[in-house]
């Protein structure tokens, strides 16, 4: 082992995760849930620790030996991974979730988001939600080839397919990759439907298929926007586009005929949830005709990773965020249940969704609603099998 780390046996489930004596870690620990990483190796980066992940057996903690031998661990850097999946399209039955099926040509996400719900999915590759999350990704080259082959299945029937609802597939590495836009063609040549979410101005890229989708009621495209506090928003989503590149692109897509909705999402509880008004406004400028929100999830470990964020921003704030969190959740820092995992309940997350309705009102938001059409819809010819020589 390491002389720079160290492996703590995981207790059994019910017992304190936190070790007998932790004194020897020194200022780097803060319980098995959450060892700081210094700030040089994760600059640019969302979370500030890198917890083992909730299956395995050990947690592995580095901690100063007293030889400075933490200065020589190299900082964190993007790497790679193929990821050679057998099937592209994902299905959930979810009640209340406006879609069936989803894409996500990407595993983990480079853009950092610290309360991001779909961390806790990076545990299920061995790896830690935290900085792995965001710097050990994964990408699926063959999503368009495999989107044929299910589209030009007999028993499919087309329902709108929803891409960028667990992680943003135009995230960097998209720019080298390109899985979205070859995702795209294969959705426009086969006339089906498609919703895409994103934070990033990447999607500009693929205005061309997406204003010629939109022409056949095929696209719609829905934007982020959870800040227009540029400090915030570099803090909360390092690498996202900032507020104004998000409102600049709202703005191109309303432009070119393609169908915007603005997000304000998540709605953070004395921390963004004053801008609520300032957000939906700056986004009907932008020619937005549609909004939705929602309140900040922290499902498994996202609700330890955003803690140690807003201790380590925030400090002064931290208590009463997660009292009003808490406030919206039941006293739980968070309630899975259907029907309230996304709006939260109680008083406070009431006056949250009054304002909302009340400011879309105010702007002509959501006066009707976009439906996209599967009449285009046209199987995928099958790929050409080849012939027996007997």
Partial sequence: MARNSTALKRPPAGQPSTPADDSKF???????????????????????SNATGRYEPLA???????WRSLDELPAFKTTVTVDATRKIIARNDSPDIGFDRSINPYRGCEHGCIY????PTHAYLGMSPGLDFESKLFVKPDAAELLEKELSATSYEPRV???????????????????????????????????IVTKSALVLRDLDILARMAQRKLAK????????DAALARKMEPRAATPMRRLETLRRLSQAGVPTTVMVAPIIPALNDMEIERILDAAAVAGVKEAGYVLLRLPLEVRDLFREWLEANYPDRADHVFKLIRDTRGGKDYDSTWGKRM????????????????????LGLNQSKYTMTTEHFRKPKAGAEQLSLF
């Fill in 161 to 195: 397919i929803a891409i960028g609802t667990n992680t943003d597939p135009y995230q960097p590495i998209e720019r080298r990759y390109q899985v979205m836009r070859r995702i795209l063609e294969v959705l426009d040549a086969a006339g089906h439907p498609v919703g």
């Fill in 116 to 119: 991001c719900f779909a961390r």
């Fill in 343 to 362: 709006k939260g309940g109680g008083p406070y997350a009431w006056m949250i969704g009054r304002r909302f309705e009340m400011a879309c009102e105010k």
């Fill in 221 to 228: 495209v829905a934007l982020s926007v959870t800040t227009l």
């Fill in 60 to 66: 592995r903690i580095a901690f100063d030996d007293g």
């Fill in 26 to 48: 020194g200022e780097y620990t803060t319980g098995l849930l959450g060892v700081a990483v210094e700030f040089e190796r994760r600059r640019g980066r969302g979370a500030t």
